[in-house]
């Protein structure tokens, strides 16, 4: 039943972020990709090697959807090689962890850091391949502009969820 849930958001998220998100960029400064929230919610259960297989999958989808040649596949296979690190440092009291990281697991504190920090990286590896250093100020501003408007579209939907 876990899986079907999995699937389901991702299909939403995926239809979300094609078909709305990916066309309101603005100026070629804010790139939303709400389709992290995928990754960062997955069960923190499973074996590292699947994590990683899932953060390849869910990269190769939408870089077929985006025609991006592989920079998705690579940016989120690196968040979910940083996550269950990111989770060991960000969670003290191991009672407190479920199957899924939410505002509920790991507290609304806790998993706004661990979401700012994976959102970040993540954005940083995608516009970093993608400009391959060119301007690098114009980078590093689509990288914090793009990262804000995501992490409020996560953070948004953690609360939508949450109800």
Excluded at 53 to 81: E, P, R
Aim: aromatic share 12%.
């Amino acid at each position: 039943m876990k899986w079907i849930k999995q699937l389901i958001r991702f299909i939403i998220v995926l239809l979300l972020q094609v078909l709305l998100i990916n066309n309101l960029q603005i100026s070629g400064l804010c790139h939303p990709y709400l389709y992290v929230v995928c990754l960062l919610m997955m069960p923190i259960t499973l074996p590292r090697w699947v994590d990683l297989l899932i953060g390849a999958l869910v990269g190769l989808v939408i870089d077929a959807f985006c025609n991006s040649a592989g920079v998705h596949m690579a940016a989120c296979t690196l968040i979910m090689l940083i996550r269950p690190y990111q989770i060991e440092r960000m969670v003290v009291e191991s009672e407190r962890l479920t199957d899924e990281i939410g505002f509920s697991s790991i507290g609304p504190s806790s998993f706004s850091i661990y979401a700012a920090l994976l959102i970040v990286i993540h954005h940083a590896m995608v516009f970093f391949l993608t400009n391959w250093f060119h301007s690098f100020l114009f980078t590093l501003l689509q990288i914090a502009i793009s990262s804000i408007v995501t992490y409020g579209l996560v953070i948004g939907y953690e609360f939508i969820r949450k109800k």
